[in-house]
C-alpha cells in the first residue's frame, strides 16, 4: 500500500524491508516462522530456496546484458586473511571455506543499484552493467575456492584433493557448466524464433520462460553435477544473445513482479534463519567484537583499495569516484547464504564442542557468514537512502543560503530566478520605460514601437518584442549584467520558468498606420 513512496521516494528496497520483517517474525521475536526448528533438512531446505532465487536472478541480469563483462578482483583472498587473523582458531583451509561463501557478490541485493529511478539518474549505464554482470560472474567463481577448501578439508591426500579439484570444481562444474547453459539457451532461442515464425507462440508465453527456462537449466545442471548457478547465467545471456527475446518480452511486468515476490519471500525466510544466538560462543572464537572488525574490514579492504589501484584497465570506470562507489557496492546476501548451506552439507555435524577442525568449520561457517550478510543488507540497502538524504540536505543548504544573500533585492522571492533587464545599461537613445508592479505579476511596458514587424529595441541590454492589437509580449534579456540563473548554480534543482503567453488576435484593419506610443503588458505566471 506504500510501496511507491518506500521504493520510488525513500529507496528503500524489499531486501531491507523482508530481512526486518523475517526477524520479526523470527524465533527471537514473535517467533512465527523459524527455519531452524525443522531439523536436519533445513539445510537442505535453504539450499534450495536460495537455488532457486538465485537462478531466477542470474537468468534475468544474463537476459538484460546478453554479454557477460567480468571484472576480476581479488576479494576471497582478503577475505581469507582477514578471517585467518581474527579467527586463529581456524586453520588456513578453514579460513578459504569460509572466504569461498563471502566471496560471490549478490545479484539480488545488486539490483538495489542496478535498477530503480535512482540507478537510471544518478549511475552510469557502464557501471550498472559491470555491477551486474560481476555479481552473476562471482556466483560461478565461488565455486572454485569452495571446491579445493572442501576437497582439502576431506581428503586425506592433498594430490587427490588437487586433482579433484582440477577436474570435477574446475572442468566439471564450472566449464562444463557454463557451456551446457549456453547450449540450453541457444536452443532454446532457436525453438522459440521458429515457433514465433510460424505463430505457434504468443506473448504471455514468451514472457514465461523468464522462470520456466531458468528452472529447467538449473534442474539440469544439478542432476549433472555441474555449476547450476553459471548454467543460468549463461542460458540467459544465450537465450538474448541476438536481441530477439529482448524485444518480445520488452515492457512487460510479468518477470519483475515474479523476481519481485521471491526476493521477498528469500529475504523474509534470510530474517528468519539468522542465528543471532550463536553470535557470542565463548568456546567457538566467536565474539561481537571479532564479527564486527571483520564486517568493518571486510567492506574497506576487499574491493575499494583493488578497484582504486585498477580502474584504469577497467574501460567501463572513467574516474576514481566511479571506482569508489563501484568498490563500495559489492553485496553479500543470497549468494553467501546459499554457498555456506551448501558447504555444511558436506561438512560433518558438529559437536558440542567441536571434536576435530572439521567439526569447527562446520559449526562456525553459518554464525561468521550470517553476520556479514546480515551487516552488508543493513549497510548497501541503506547506502542509497542516504546519498539520497545527503544530496536533499546540500541542494536545501545552498537554495537558503542563496536566498538569504539575494533578500535584500525590492522582488518578492518567487521571481527570484526570473530573467529581468538591467536598465542601467538601455542607451540614451531609447525612450522605453519600465514600470514593475511585480506583486501583481504586471509589468507595463511604455515606449515608441517601430512600425517594421512591431519590434522595439533598447540597446544591448534587452530586447522587447510588441505587437499591435491585444498581443501580450515576452521580455527576454540577454544583458551580461543580470543576476545568475539557477541552472548555472549547483545543487539546485527547482526552477521557476518565466515564460510569456502571447494571445494572438486578428487585426480588423490591415491597412491601419502604426501607433506611435503605447503601453503593453508583460503577465508573469502565479508563482508555484
Known amino acids: 500500500m506504500i510501496s511507491l513512496l518506500v521504493k520510488e521516494k525513500l529507496y528503500i528496497n524489499e531486501v531491507v524491508l523482508g530481512t526486518g520483517f523475517g526477524v520479526l517474525m523470527g524465533p527471537y521475536v514473535a517467533n512465527v516462522f523459524d527455519p531452524r526448528s525443522w531439523g536436519a533438512d533445513q539445510n537442505t531446505i535453504t539450499l534450495e530456496?536460495?537455488?532457486?532465487?538465485?537462478?531466477?536472478?542470474?537468468?534475468?541480469?544474463?537476459?538484460?546484458?546478453a554479454v557477460c563483462l567480468h571484472v576480476g578482483t581479488c576479494q576471497g583472498f582478503v577475505d581469507h586473511g582477514l578471517l585467518h587473523g581474527l579467527f586463529p582458531m581456524l586453520d588456513m583451509i578453514s579460513a578459504l571455506c569460509i572466504?569461498?561463501?563471502?566471496?560471490?557478490?549478490?545479484?539480488v541485493t545488486c539490483a538495489a543499484i542496478t535498477r530503480g529511478k535512482f540507478a537510471a539518474k544518478h549511475v552510469p549505464l557502464e557501471i550498472r552493467?559491470?555491477?551486474?554482470?560481476?555479481?552473476?560472474?562471482?556466483d560461478g567463481l565461488a565455486y572454485p575456492f569452495l571446491s579445493i577448501s572442501l576437497y582439502l578439508t576431506l581428503e586425506t591426500s592433498t594430490r587427490v584433493a588437487f586433482g579433484k579439484w582440477f577436474l570435477v570444481g574446475w572442468l566439471y562444474q564450472v566449464i562444463f557448466g557454463t557451456v551446457l547453459g549456453a547450449i540450453l539457451g541457444l536452443l532454446f532461442s532457436k525453438l522459440m524464433k521458429l515457433?514465433?515464425?510460424?505463430?505457434?507462440?504468443?506473448?504471455?508465453?514468451?514472457?514465461?520462460q523468464y522462470l520456466s527456462l531458468a528452472i529447467f537449466t538449473i534442474g539440469v545442471a544439478s542432476s549433472l553435477g555441474a555449476d547450476d548457478l553459471l548454467a543460468a547465467f549463461a542460458a540467459g545471456s544465450a537465450i538474448s544473445w541476438d536481441g530477439h527475446f529482448n524485444v518480445q518480452t520488452e515492457g512487460d511486468a510479468f518477470a519483475s513482479v515474479i523476481d519481485y515476490v521471491l526476493n521477498c519471500g528469500c529475504f523474509i525466510y534470510i530474517g528468519a534463519w539468522l542465528p543471532f544466538g550463536s553470535y557470542n560462543s565463548a568456546d567457538l572464537g566467536i565474539t561481537l567484537w571479532r564479527l564486527f572488525c571483520l564486517l568493518i574490514a571486510i567492506l574497506f579492504l576487499r574491493r575499494?583499495?583493488?578497484?582504486?589501484?585498477?580502474?584504469?584497465?577497467?574501460?567501463?570506470?572513467?574516474?576514481?569516484?566511479?571506482?569508489?562507489?563501484?568498490?563500495?557496492?559489492?553485496p553479500m546476501g543470497v549468494s553467501a547464504v546459499f554457498v555456506s548451506a551448501l558447504a555444511s552439507n558436506r561438512l560433518p555435524t558438529p559437536a558440542t564442542p567441536p571434536a576435530d577442525q572439521q567439526q569447527l568449520l562446520a559449526a562456525m561457517i553459518q554464525p561468521i557468514v550470517s553476520f556479514v550478510v546480515l551487516g552488508s543488507i543493513v549497510i548497501h540497502g541503506l547506502s542509497i537512502p542516504f546519498f539520497n538524504l545527503s544530496r536533499g540536505v546540500h541542494s536545501r543548504t545552498t537554495s537558503l543560503s542563496l536566498t538569504w544573500t539575494w533578500t535584500n533585492r525590492p522582488t518578492p522571492d518567487w521571481v527570484l530566478w526570473a530573467r529581468r533587464a538591467d536598465?542601467?545599461?538601455a542607451t540614451p537613445s531609447a525612450t522605453n520605460t519600465v514600470v514593475a508592479d511585480v506583486e501583481r505579476g504586471v509589468v507595463a511596458v511604455s515606449g515608441d514601437v517601430s512600425p517594421c514587424n512591431g519590434e522595439a529595441t533598447r540597446g544591448d541590454s534587452e530586447t522587447i518584442l510588441a505587437t499591435t492589437g491585444r498581443e501580450e509580449v515576452s521580455v527576454a534579456e540577454t544583458s551580461p549584467f543580470r543576476r545568475p540563473r539557477e541552472d548555472g548554480v549547483t545543487g539546485?534543482?527547482?526552477?521557476?520558468?518565466?515564460?510569456?503567453?502571447?494571445?494572438?488576435?486578428?487585426?480588423?484593419?490591415?491597412?491601419?498606420?502604426p501607433i506611435s506610443s503605447q503601453v503593453k503588458t508583460v503577465r508573469f505566471p502565479n508563482a508555484q
Open 49 to 65: 530456496v536460495m537455488r532457486i532465487v538465485l537462478a531466477t536472478g542470474l537468468f534475468a541480469v544474463g537476459v538484460e546484458l
Open 304 to 330: 575499494i583499495p583493488p578497484l582504486l589501484l585498477l580502474y584504469r584497465f577497467v574501460p567501463e570506470i572513467s574516474s576514481w569516484k566511479e571506482a569508489l562507489f563501484s568498490g563500495h557496492f559489492g
Open 129 to 138: 552493467s559491470i555491477l551486474s554482470a560481476e555479481s552473476a560472474a562471482n
Open 492 to 513: 539546485l534543482d527547482s526552477r521557476v520558468e518565466v515564460a510569456a503567453e502571447v494571445e494572438t488576435t486578428q487585426v480588423e484593419n490591415s491597412t491601419a498606420s
Open 423 to 425: 536598465t542601467a545599461t
Open 195 to 208: 515457433s514465433h515464425r510460424k505463430g505457434l507462440i504468443d506473448r504471455e508465453s514468451y514472457i514465461a
Open 99 to 107: 572466504a569461498s561463501c563471502l566471496t560471490p557478490t549478490d545479484p
